[in-house]
């Protein structure tokens, strides 16, 4: 998604999944009546628990999440020298914050956390002892290890037709869908997002940022490899919060989830910033599923163009995201409908989108803490695939963490028991949507402890106005989440 945002909201960083080590690829469901859905898939890699520094780790993904939430807003990237008074104790901050994904430094973190864990054999052997149980016991291992090992975790095969399976990265951090491009066609991990609207991958003969040959160990597309590939000659670049490319729009044939868009325009990148040109970064491109009038390249997004096709019902994306820490690696994206098997229908509202930039943003009715409102009347969502916290303004963020026992905040971020068992809720349309207990932790504060002090996934970032919240996979793992382009409308409903 793009957007900028105040430092405060560091913890929704962690928007697009990047990650070191292998990846699997989810494969679509065969096409069916007017509904494709795609395999979702997350990511995760071991952590050395006794040298990983999860706060900065964090923080990296709560400015991320920050940067994303002020460019939606509308408002100016907060200042580089800004961001490194705030968050100093995490190292240098990079300039050139701007819109929509940023991972500054979320990559050379994870690999400095490899390297540091390496080895430590005794929390290795911590986590393999330790069950999986819900927040009460502590912080999960899974999710640890997940974050410093940031590998991709595959999907399962999609339910529905007309879907896709959800690759989950590292420890709930993004999602990631497989497409294909080209004729032949060729499988590209797509990292998806509802808060941009732009599809792009690597081109052929791609070079880096420092002018180094290739792009890194990625699929790309050209006439070298596309027997359907034509390039339009026109050029096309973007920025975003974390790196930047620039390239041609080109047309080339599209599977996805066996349906086919043939010359469908895209970008092809020539040039990418080491963020995207690294080998360490997981997927091929960026699928933008918002409004069209976001899209910097003018075209519609593929969830449009599949419509206006004729291949699906209508233009609709729906969603739902995995948690590692289920193990059942059943996230998938549906287009043009909704996929009955993964919500309970009698919990489903309909919400009229109040953006009119293209994001899908929301009016919540109440924030609860343990069944109690704390009066923050007036407030909108956007609700964002491509974060992986909540970030809110920050008295709004201070309120609520004020609500729950035993939390506190220490000059940077909001901590809370890594055992806890409050509830937080959220009230659209009527209908109130709870977070699981276990997402309310980001990462232990000390790697080593998983009872002691965890880091909040609800972070301060007032950037974007001091009415407007990002509600990112932290919430959004908790609903079943669909958006229609042709009525305007969010729906949400409760997890089957």
Not at 186 to 194: C, E, P, Q
Not at 197 to 207: A, T
Not at 280 to 298: C, E
Not at 334 to 361: C, L, Q, R
Request: contains cysteine.
């Amino acid at each position: 998604m793009k957007f900028g945002m105040n430092f405060s909201a560091l913890l929704s960083a962690v928007v697009l999944a990047i990650s070191l080590g292998t990846s699997s690829e989810a494969r679509p469901a065969p096409s069916g009546s007017g509904l494709v859905t795609v395999p979702v898939t997350r990511i995760h890699k071991p952590v050395y628990r006794d040298a990983i520094d999860t706060q900065a780790i964090h923080q990296h993904h709560a400015n991320r999440g920050s940067q994303r939430l002020a460019l939606m807003s509308g408002h100016l990237p907060v200042a580089p020298e800004e961001l490194q008074e705030i968050h100093r104790r995490t190292g240098e901050l990079p300039a050139g914050l701007s819109k929509r994904y940023f991972r500054e430094g979320v990559v050379k973190f994870l690999e400095d956390l490899k390297t540091q864990m390496k080895g430590s054999s005794s929390a290795m052997s911590k986590a393999e002892s330790f069950m999986d149980t819900d927040a009460a016991g502590g912080f999960n291992p899974k999710n640890v290890d997940a974050a410093n090992e940031n590998t991709l975790t595959p999907a399962n095969a999609p339910s529905s037709n007309n879907s896709l399976g959800l690759d989950i990265s590292a420890n709930d951090i993004g999602y990631l869908a497989t497409i294909q491009i080209g004729t032949p066609p060729r499988a590209f991990k797509m990292l998806v997002d509802s808060g941009s609207s732009d599809l792009w991958v690597g081109g052929e003969n791609c070079s880096g940022s420092s002018g180094a040959a290739g792009c890194g160990n990625h699929t790309f597309i050209g006439s070298g490899t596309s027997s359907s590939f034509s390039d339009t000659g026109k050029t096309w670049s973007i920025t975003y919060g974390s790196g930047s490319l620039s390239g041609n729009i080109v047309q080339d044939d599209i599977e996805i989830a066996g349906m086919k868009l043939s010359a469908h325009k895209f970008g092809a990148a020539k040039n990418e910033s080491s963020q995207f040109s690294g080998n360490d970064t997981l997927f091929d491109g960026i699928m933008g599923l918002g409004g069209s009038q976001l899209s910097d390249q003018g075209f519609p997004t593929v969830v449009e163009a599949l419509h206006s096709a004729g291949l699906i019902q209508a233009p609709i994306t729906s969603y739902k995201l995995a948690r590692l820490a289920d193990g059942s690696n059943d996230g998938e994206i549906t287009f043009g409908g909704m996929d009955p098997a993964k919500f309970n229908a009698s919990t489903k509202v309909t919400i009229k989108n109040v953006s009119p930039k293209g994001y899908w943003e929301a009016n919540v009715d109440t924030f609860k803490v343990d069944g109690k409102d704390i009066n923050l009347s007036g407030r909108t969502a956007i609700l964002d695939t491509g974060t992986s916290l909540i970030v809110g303004p920050g008295n709004d963020v201070d309120a609520l963490h004020e609500a729950m026992p035993v939390s506190r905040f220490d000059g940077f971020n909001w901590i809370i028991p890594c055992t806890t068992t409050s509830k937080v809720a959220f009230t659209f349309s009527g209908r109130e949507f709870t977070v699981d207990t276990r997402d309310l932790t980001f990462l232990p504060v000390n790697s080593t402890n998983l009872t002691g002090d965890c880091y909040s996934s609800i972070t301060r970032g007032s950037v974007g106005g001091d009415q407007e919240w990002l509600f990112g996979d932290v919430f959004l793992k908790n609903v079943y989440f669909s958006t229609d382009v042709g009525s305007n409308q969010i729906s949400l409903a409760n997890l089957a």
